[in-house]
């Protein structure tokens, strides 16, 4: 599943005031709320050259927990292992002692105190990556806070929804990691209003949630309105301005409108060409290349390229996965123009970066750049490399918390590969395994997943099992109908689809019926003259005189079925660089 990367956000721009725990230098004045982006936590593995092996431990008595001066010394002591690097699990032993102790005299007025212990515990389970366990402990700390007794209360109920919805987004439930961030805004508007920089600062990180979502209408709205506080409160043309700007160029472009994108990009480099950002308008530069390269402008996003390439060379290295991520994007553009040899040669310049990568780097940003490669080797029919390419990305992004909907898409973009090459059954398992790891994110009413479920049918046809087969089209037809309408060409292909299965099986009069209505949608859109529903027409007129002699009706046979499915799927394929091919 292609994955969306928002914009940095400036390292100078102005912090929230909230009330989580700072566990990496122990102060808990004036934090930024956590950006709705994954997290890298920090391993837990006990071999971690930073991590102090000890076994020393503290015991303290139950009932000691009754004195009241006991949950700040926990709660230091806590601070203190995290920063030390010391053991992590004696650090949470210490921060679920005191928020225990804290929980006895919380009625007394040490809510606040509380809540700080639960948000602490819950950077340290998220940390060892027990991001379920950390889950109860945030709405625990929500729901202790009464915001009536004031701002403070009110920023600390906003604080421990944040992190909540940080924590989601990490466990890949973008639609609650959303909800969360949205209340947040809702307690920190009422608490601050509504043009507060503070909250400027929040909307963008709730836009960044609803890209990941692609939520567009929404995210757009919201950079609207960060873009008003900019300019309410003077802050034209500042580097905070600019990030904003090139926030609302990616949900333009995302939308199609690429001339608004293009326009608001122009402004954000021209700001920071101002500023003496260097990096930045080299970033920059790259991204208007995207966007020349959608209107097919493919000179200007060749230069774009180049000059953004020059300058992360320089600055950052010829190792740097930003240099690798330009030349996946010029291998794409060559392969665009018809430059096949330059395109292949670009690919194995970024595969040699990703072999080698610098180090700290990400394995989900490698796996993310092979995934791109692996999408233009199967554009140049080299489906077995592509195939490889694909499954050194799963394998990178196995034991990382939070990607399962990406892997999702990697299992997808395989099965569509195994069933060009003829790998019928595993091209099944593969689609089957992604659908069950979108059903389990949450992703079941996307129209990915209908567009998976139909493509898993087609691979079942291939298998000879068409009750199943039939299962899968009308679950797809189903959701498709929810998230695209019944007129949308996606659904249409899946109705094509059902309409052979239903015909194989039988059910004559059902296939008649969604191929007239196919028809009726195809000639309003494309008129009755247009090839592309003369299939629709044949196959009509074909049942229609069948059912005129019921009793020497001939049904469809199912290698004709599979034959025409085949040859839909790999025409679609070729022409198609995306990989999911589906009847249109």
């Not at 508007?189 to 836009?207: F, K, M, N, W």
Request: glycine share 6%; aromatic share 6%.
């Amino acid at each position: 599943m292609p994955s969306l990367i928002s914009v940095k956000t400036p390292p100078n721009t102005t912090p929230l005031n909230i009330l989580i725990p700072a566990i990496q230098n122990g102060s808990t004045n004036n934090l930024r709320s956590p950006s709705p982006l994954r997290k890298r936590f920090p391993s837990p593995s006990p071999s971690n050259s930073r991590a102090k092996r000890t076994s020393e431990k503290v015991t303290i008595d139950e009932s000691s927990l009754d004195n009241p001066d006991l949950g700040p010394f926990l709660l230091k002591l806590a601070r203190e292992t995290i920063s030390s690097g010391d053991n992590p699990n004696k650090a949470l032993d210490y921060a679920i002692r005191a928020s225990k102790s804290f929980e006895r005299f919380s009625g007394s007025g040490q809510e606040l105190e509380l809540v700080m212990s639960l948000h602490m515990l819950a950077a340290i389970y998220c940390s060892l990556g027990r991001f379920e366990e950390a889950v109860p402990v945030l709405e625990r700390s929500i729901e202790v806070v009464d915001i009536g007794k004031g701002s403070d209360r009110a920023l600390a109920k906003f604080s421990g929804y944040m992190q909540l919805g940080d924590t989601c987004s990490s466990m890949g439930l973008l639609d609650r990691s959303v909800w969360c961030y949205e209340s947040g805004l809702e307690i920190q508007i009422e608490a601050l209003g509504d043009s507060d920089p503070r909250v400027a600062e929040t909307c963008r990180y709730l836009a960044e949630a609803h890209i990941q979502a692609m939520q567009f209408d929404e995210a757009e709205n919201l950079c609207k309105k960060i873009l008003e506080i900019h300019r309410e409160h003077g802050h034209s043309a500042s580097l905070e301005e600019a990030a904003d700007r090139r926030l609302m160029a990616l949900v333009y472009e995302a939308k199609g409108d690429y001339e608004s994108a293009l326009e608001h990009l122009v402004l954000a480099s021209m700001v920071m060409i101002a500023n003496g950002q260097e990096n930045e308008v080299a970033s920059i530069d790259v991204s208007i290349g995207n966007i020349y390269m959608s209107l097919c402008r493919f000179d200007e996003a060749i230069f774009s390229y180049q000059k953004g390439l020059t300058v992360f060379k320089a600055t950052r290295g010829e190792d740097h996965l930003s240099v690798a991520s330009i030349f996946i994007r010029l291998a794409d553009i060559y392969y665009r123009i018809g430059k096949l040899r330059e395109s292949k040669s670009y690919c194995e310049n970024a595969l040699r970066v990703y072999a080698k990568p610098a180090p700290a780097t990400a394995p989900e940003e490698i796996a993310n750049g092979l995934t791109e490669i692996s999408a233009i080797y199967e554009a140049l029919n080299e489906h077995e490399e592509a195939l490889k390419l694909l499954q050194k990305a799963m394998k990178l992004l196995e034991d990382t918390p939070g990607y399962h909907s990406t892997i999702a898409g990697i299992e997808a973009q395989m099965g569509v590969m195994l069933y060009v090459v003829g790998r019928y059954g595993e091209a099944r398992s593969s689609f089957e395994s992604a659908v069950v790891k979108l059903r389990a994110s949450g992703e079941s009413k996307s129209a990915f997943f209908g567009i998976v479920l139909n493509q898993m049918g087609l691979a079942c046809l291939q298998l000879y099992r068409i009750n199943e087969a039939t299962e899968l089209f009308e679950e797809a037809r189903g959701v498709l109908e929810q998230e695209c309408g019944s007129c949308h060409l996606d659904t249409l292909g899946v109705y094509s689809n059902l309409a052979a299965t239903y015909d194989a099986l039988g059910r004559v009069e059902d296939a008649i019926e969604i191929l007239e209505y196919i028809l009726k949608v195809r000639e309003e859109k494309l008129g009755t003259a247009n090839p592309d529903i003369d299939d629709e027409k044949k196959r009509l007129a074909e049942l229609l005189k069948e059912t005129g002699r019921a009793r020497n009706r001939k049904g469809k046979s199912l290698e004709n079925l599979l034959d025409s499915n085949s040859y839909r799927v790999k025409k679609e394929v070729t022409k198609r660089r995306s990989g999911f091919s589906f009847r249109t």
